[in-house]
Structure formats: C-alpha cells, structure tokens
C-alpha cells in the first residue's frame, strides 16, 4: 500500500514559478510510475505530467509542456512538479498519483495523494 503527501502549495503571481513534491510512504515504491493530476471546481481531474519509474520517460499535457518539469528522487521516494510561467488558468488543486503498471501515455491511478491548493494571481 502507497501512501502519498503532497507538499503545500501556494499563491503565486503571474508568470512565476512554483514547486510541489509528493513523499510516498507505506509501500515498496518499486516499479511504480507516477503522476501529477489537477482539479478545478467544476471541472473533471485533468492529467499534468508522468513519469517513469526511472524518470527516462516522461508524458505532458500539451497545456505545460514547456512550462512545467516532472521529475523524482527514488533515493527519496519523492516526486517533484516545477511549474515556471505559471498562468491563472493553473489554478487548481494538485494531486499526485502513482500506479503499479508500467509507465504508458493513459495513466490510471492506483493511489492517489490529498490534493494541494495551487492558486495564481493576475
């Protein structure tokens, strides 16, 4: 059993840039690719950024690519989400997530952390 903690979020201006990391605890953490969800009120849980177990893969929403960088420490059994030019419309609650299958383009959550509160101001 996974477990996962996001870290807190925050209130950033326009433009600016943000970091989140998800601790995963409770569990082997082996082979498990993970992910970076988000959910405004209203609006169904859209898919951010993944990545693989050894971080050679990774997948992008087109809405980040360019913008945001996923990446992990397994030494820490953390994964991090850097988010540069941040945009009002990423304003949401971030969630983290992990999965027990192989790292593909479709991510399905097997676990899934509380969520953090991203807000950008314009």
């Known amino acids: 059993q996974v477990r996962l903690a996001e870290s807190e979020g925050g209130l950033v201006q326009l433009g600016g840039s943000l970091s989140l990391s998800c601790a995963a605890s409770?569990?082997?953490?082996?082979?498990?690719?993970m992910a970076w969800f988000r959910q405004t009120p209203g609006k169904d849980r859209e898919f951010v950024a993944s990545?693989?177990?050894?971080?050679?893969?990774?997948y992008y929403a087109d809405f980040v690519k360019g913008r945001f960088i996923i990446s992990r420490d397994n030494a820490k059994n953390t994964l991090y989400l850097h988010m540069n030019i941040l945009k009002p419309e990423d304003t949401a609650v971030y969630y983290c997530?992990?999965?027990?299958?192989?790292?593909?383009?479709?991510?399905?959550?097997?676990?899934w952390g509380q969520g953090t509160q991203v807000t950008v101001s314009s």
């Open positions: 997530a992990a999965s027990s299958r192989l790292l593909q383009p479709s991510f399905v959550p097997d676990y």
């Open positions: 990545i693989s177990w050894y971080g050679d893969v990774k």
């Open positions: 409770g569990g082997t953490f082996s082979n498990t690719a």
